[in-house]
């Protein structure tokens, strides 16, 4: 445990989550000052609060540099880390850290991107056919879903993990999708229709896939100080974790993710166990991303996702462990390719008794948020977050 | 990029570099090399002039066996750009004798009958440019 601990040093004060699935009629800097509007309102504040900048592949041109000045925020602090989808959560970490050092006070984090409509992927596909792995990897048709099938093919032959069991994961989300008026996907799905779609690459169906979707999402974490002056309900943040997997010089293990390491650091650091949570935000790029961080964050044993996820234990309410809530990147939203935004958007709403009523969780006090950035099948950034209702 | 090369499968010409000459040299003469790391003796996978332990640049490079199990695999059915002509086809990690795991492709074979722990042989698929692209086909 480190010394100087942010437990309960910084708070949520704001969050966004863009309306909309489909933005043709936007440019990519549009969206990220409306989500940075919108998290701003939430908080009760303004641009002009803003000391502390954070954005990560899906900014464009110059990254925060580019925004601070398309945005006229006026910063002493600026954060590009960039780890794909799960960097919104490693913003927030570095948020806290800054703001319990006593460096910031108001932190902005946002995400936008235009994958549906845009053309484009997110951000850093340049960067990716320069890094050192490029040619070790792009020749052999490596798709998304073909990576994540890595994975999913070898929990399969290791834990005996069945398409069935990675269905109840979509079945799940699709039952909280249904009360999400802005959801991509609305429709609840059976096991059955998960299995019986297309298979993308074996074992993954394309009902085991995320959406893809345009939009965006902002946080905004602020002081202790700045916290008492505002009305809003803000979430403290009571631990942080992240790490880094990766193929350890040709020898990666495809059944663990980063999980194994960020979950227990934010456990400790938040002086709380899987058992006290009361709702997860689970990182859903595919069913099987979220079967395989359950287990690594220690709410089943290694390798009984595939039990723990059934009979609808993910599912609000009633379920053992309620999970995203809003519907997840599997059925609501997976702006820019990258779902860590919306994982702790829909924790703060958890938290502050604002999700949708009929998925709202009964006194929930302690939530979890994890983000996975990279792929399964090379290299991740693995982060988890705790957050409270109160400290 | 749009050639399909030997074995139906797009032969992208690989970027060759100072660090990774080598390697792809002995592809083109349908020799597999590697770097083993002069310290600890791990085999260095993606080719690189150092361990992946923090601090060792030193290694030797040698000629490994080609031989290798599959560790895991899956038959890509649908995937837009370049790739879609060649599916449906096998993308896998292959576990090499000497260690590394290494992503790859399975060729030479029905892709339906690929799987987990089978035995499979380094082939050379010819890029236009030279270097060759390290697939298996079943041992």
């Known amino acids: ?125 340049a960067r990716f056919s320069s890094a050192p792995e490029a040619s070790f990897e792009n020749q052999f048709g490596m798709s998304v879903p073909g990576g994540y099938a890595l994975a999913a093919a070898r929990h399969m032959h290791e834990f005996g993990t069945t398409s069935e069991q990675l269905a109840e994961v979509k079945v799940a989300a699709s039952t909280h999708a249904r009360h ?43 002081s202790e100080a700045v916290a008492a002056s505002l009305d809003r309900h803000c979430v403290p943040v009571l631990g942080t974790g992240t790490a880094i997997k990766h193929t350890s010089g040709g020898r990666i293990d495809l059944t663990h993710t980063g999980a194994t390491r960020s979950g227990p650091l934010a456990f400790a650091e938040a002086g709380v166990t899987p058992a006290d949570i009361d709702y997860v935000s689970i990182y859903d790029s595919f069913t099987i991303t979220v079967l395989m961080t359950l287990e690594d964050l220690g709410f089943c044993e290694k390798g009984h996702g595939g039990r723990f996820v059934s009979d609808g234990a993910l599912q609000s309410p009633g379920g053992e462990l309620p999970f995203n809530t809003d519907g997840g990147g599997l059925c609501n939203n997976h702006p820019a390719n990258r779902g860590g935004m919306t994982k702790v958007v829909e924790a703060v709403r958890q938290l502050r008794g604002e999700a949708h009523p009929a998925v709202q969780v009964h006194d929930c006090e302690l939530a979890l948020a994890h983000g996975t950035g990279g792929s399964l099948a090379t290299r991740m950034g693995s982060a988890t977050l705790v957050m409270g209702r109160s400290t | 990029m749009s ?137």
């Not at chain 2, 996978?45 to 895991?72: D, I, K, L, M």
């Open chain 1, 1 to 125: 445990m480190p010394s100087v601990t942010i437990r309960g040093k910084a708070l949520i004060a704001g969050v966004y989550e863009h309306p909309g699935r489909e933005l043709p009629d936007r440019t990519l800097p549009q969206i990220h000052a409306e989500v940075a509007a919108g998290a701003l309102a939430d908080a009760g504040l303004t641009l002009a609060d803003v000391d502390a900048y954070y954005s990560a592949g899906d900014a464009p041109g110059f990254g925060a540099l580019s925004m601070a000045e398309y945005l006229g925020l006026d910063l002493t602090y600026i954060d590009d880390t960039e780890t794909g989808g799960s960097a919104y959560l490693v913003h927030v970490q570095h948020a806290a850290a800054a703001i319990a050092a006593g460096q910031v006070n108001v932190a902005l984090i946002t995400l936008a991107g235009k994958p549906r409509t845009g053309g484009a992927g997110p951000g850093g596909s």
């Open chain 1, 180 to 222: 999400n008026p802005h959801a991509f996907l609305q429709d609840v799905v059976t096991v059955d229709e998960v299995v019986s779609s297309p298979v993308i690459s074996d074992p993954l169906h394309r009902l085991d896939c995320c959406v893809i979707t345009d939009g965006g999402g902002a946080l905004v974490l602020v």
């Open chain 2, 3 to 139: 050639e399909l090369g030997q074995f139906g499968l797009p032969v992208p010409p690989p970027t060759v570099n100072l660090e990774t000459q080598r390697f792809w040299d002995a592809t083109a003469e349908g020799r597999l090399v590697l770097p083993r790391c002069d310290n600890c003796g791990h085999v260095v996978w993606y080719p690189r002039e150092r361990c992946n332990q923090p601090g060792s640049t030193s290694v030797t490079w040698f000629e490994a066996s080609g031989r290798g199990t599959v560790y895991s695999c899956t038959v890509t059915r649908r995937i837009p750009g370049s790739w879609r002509k060649a599916a449906p086809f096998v993308l896998a990690y292959v576990e090499l004798e000497e260690g590394p795991r290494v992503l790859t492709n399975i060729v030479g074979c029905d892709p339906e009958t690929v799987h987990i722990g089978q035995a499979v042989q380094a082939v050379f698929d010819p890029t236009p440019d030279g270097p060759a692209l390290l697939r298996f086909t079943p041992a």
